[in-house]
């Protein structure tokens, strides 16, 4: 199967939302998960929890040890995080071409901003709400970031299209 599906996409347009309607909770490597397990809540200036981003190197490390595990064994992955950075992205990619994957990405910045922001302001748990600066900053980043070459991008459009369309193209259905 040796196939990574990654996200792009702000905190909020959708991408744990489209992995529970697809299935692949299973198969899925959350660095917010990891964020909480190794560093609990933060607790903001006005009494709020978000999810703290106090130990990222740690974090990443780790998912590149389950992503090197799994893609020893060959199996079918996906990675939820935003990947606003062609160096994060490229450093994805680099490992999942080693070991002889192809990589998928579905494209959530064609989400508009308004939207994203309206839906992050709904989510649930609310420590999983993000500022609006944020949210501001990861489209400005989409804007110049761009997506390294070996990555096959699918863009999103909607949930039933965009499933039908990644069943056609990465053919799997794990």
Request: aromatic share 10%; proline share 5%; with cysteine.
């Amino acid at each position: 199967m040796r196939t990574l599906v990654l996200f792009r996409g702000c905190p909020g347009c959708g991408k744990s939302t489209f992995i529970e309607y697809m299935g692949w909770e299973p198969y899925t490597i959350s660095p917010d998960h990891i964020r909480v397990m190794m560093g609990s809540l933060a607790t903001n200036l006005d009494g709020t929890y978000s999810i703290t981003t106090k130990h990222e190197s740690a974090v990443w490390d780790l998912v590149f040890e389950i992503l090197k595990i799994r893609f020893e064994k060959g199996e079918f992955t996906v990675v939820d995080s935003t990947n606003s950075k062609t160096e994060d992205m490229t450093r994805l990619r680099n490992l999942a071409v080693e070991y002889k994957y192809r990589v998928f990405l579905i494209d959530m910045t064609t989400i508009p901003k308004e939207q994203v922001s309206k839906q992050n302001s709904i989510r649930f748990p609310k420590y999983k709400r993000v500022a609006e600066y944020v949210i501001d900053r990861q489209y400005a980043r989409f804007a110049t970031q761009k997506i390294p070459n070996r990555i096959t991008v699918i863009p999103f459009t909607t949930k039933e299209d965009t499933a039908n369309r990644i069943m056609d193209v990465i053919q799997i259905k794990p």
